[in-house]
C-alpha cells in the first residue's frame, strides 16, 4: 500500500475510500484536528473515528478501509508533536484502528506473526472477509512501526497523553524491551495519579511481569489505592498466583464499581479477571 506523504495530497487521498465513500475529506479532517476550536476539533475526530472505523457487533473484527491505514502514520506524527492539541485521541484512534476494542481484546500476545496468522485463519474460516483480514494486518503493520517514537510518551507531560501511550504499550509485544524498560521506570512511583500507575502495572502484567513478592506486597496493602492494589491482583492472576483474601477482595469490589471514572482503559479487563480469580479461588 503506497505510503502518503503528505497530508495534502488530495489526489492521493481521493483514491481511498472510507466508509462513506472516497476520503477526499480526510486531509481537511486532519488539519481541523489542530484547530484552536475544541469545537472544531471534536467534531473532526468524531468523524475521523466513523468513517475509518465501524464496528458491525462482531468485535474481533470491525471493517476498516483503504484510508484506515493510510491515516496511521499522521496520527502518530500528531500525538508526537508538541505543539499539537488533544495528542491522546490521536493515539487512542491508532490504537483502535490496529487492534479494535482494546479493553475487550488485552490479554493475548500481540505481535504482527500472531496477527498475519489471525488473519489468515478469518481468510480460511471466511474467504468473504480477505480484505478486511489484510486491511488488519495492514493497519496493525503500519502502527508498529510508529511504535519506537511513540515509547517516550509514557513520560509525557500530560497525564491523557501519558494514560493513552501505556493504553498503546501491551498491544505491540515485539517492541517488548523498549515499552517494558519504558513503564519500569515509573511503575512504583508513588506520585502518579493511581488510575495511572494501575495502567502502568497492567500493561507491565503483559510485557514483563513485576515481581510476584513485590505485587502480592502491593495487593495485600491496605493503605496503598484500592485501584492500584486490585491492578496488582490482576498481574498475579494473569501469571497463575493464588490470591490471598486480601487481594481477592480488592479484585472483586474493583470489579463491582465503576473504577474507570471515564479514564482507567481497561475496566471490563479487571472485572472479567476479577469473575475469573473468583471462580478459581471457589
Not at 158 to 167: E, Y
Request: glycine share 4%; hydrophobic share 45%; net charge neutral.
Amino acid at each position: 500500500m503506497k505510503r502518503i506523504v503528505d497530508v495534502d495530497d488530495y489526489s492521493s487521498w481521493s483514491a481511498l475510500e472510507h466508509a462513506f465513500g472516497p476520503a477526499r475529506d480526510v486531509p481537511d479532517l486532519l488539519v481541523d484536528t489542530r484547530s484552536s476550536s475544541q469545537e472544531t476539533r471534536g467534531t473532526a475526530w468524531a468523524m475521523l473515528r466513523e468513517r475509518l472505523f465501524v464496528s458491525d457487533g462482531r468485535e474481533a473484527f470491525p471493517r476498516r478501509f483503504s484510508a484506515s491505514p493510510a491515516v496511521i502514520p499522521f496520527l502518530a506524527g500528531h500525538a508526537c508533536d508538541r505543539t499539537a492539541p488533544d495528542r491522546h485521541e490521536a493515539l487512542l484512534l491508532m490504537l483502535r484502528l490496529a487492534v479494535g476494542d482494546p479493553d475487550q481484546n488485552l490479554g493475548s500476545d500481540w505481535t504482527m506473526v500472531q496477527i498475519r496468522e489471525g488473519c489468515d485463519a478469518l481468510v480460511k474460516s471466511a474467504p468473504e472477509d480477505a480484505e478486511q483480514a489484510n486491511l488488519w494486518c495492514a493497519c496493525y503493520e503500519a502502527a508498529r512501526q510508529e511504535i519506537p517514537q511513540l515509547a517516550r510518551l509514557v513520560a509525557a507531560r500530560t497525564r491523557k497523553l501519558r494514560l493513552a501511550a501505556v493504553t498503546v504499550c501491551p498491544f505491540f509485544v515485539d517492541y517488548r524491551t523498549d515499552l517494558s524498560a519504558a513503564l519500569l521506570r515509573r511503575w512504583d512511583r508513588t506520585d502518579l495519579h493511581p488510575r495511572e500507575r494501575a495502567a502502568v502495572i497492567i500493561a507491565l502484567s503483559v510485557l514483563a511481569p513485576l515481581p510476584d513478592e513485590a505485587l502480592a506486597e502491593l495487593a495485600d496493602d491496605l493503605s496503598a489505592n484500592a485501584l492500584v492494589r486490585a491492578a496488582s491482583a490482576v498481574s498475579l492472576h494473569r501469571r497463575g498466583q493464588k490470591l490471598s483474601g486480601r487481594a481477592l477482595s480488592v479484585l472483586r469490589e474493583a470489579a463491582k464499581r465503576a473504577v474507570a471514572g471515564g479514564e482507567f482503559p481497561w475496566e471490563r479487563y479487571v472485572r472479567r479477571l476479577a469473575k475469573e480469580a473468583s471462580i478459581t479461588a471457589g
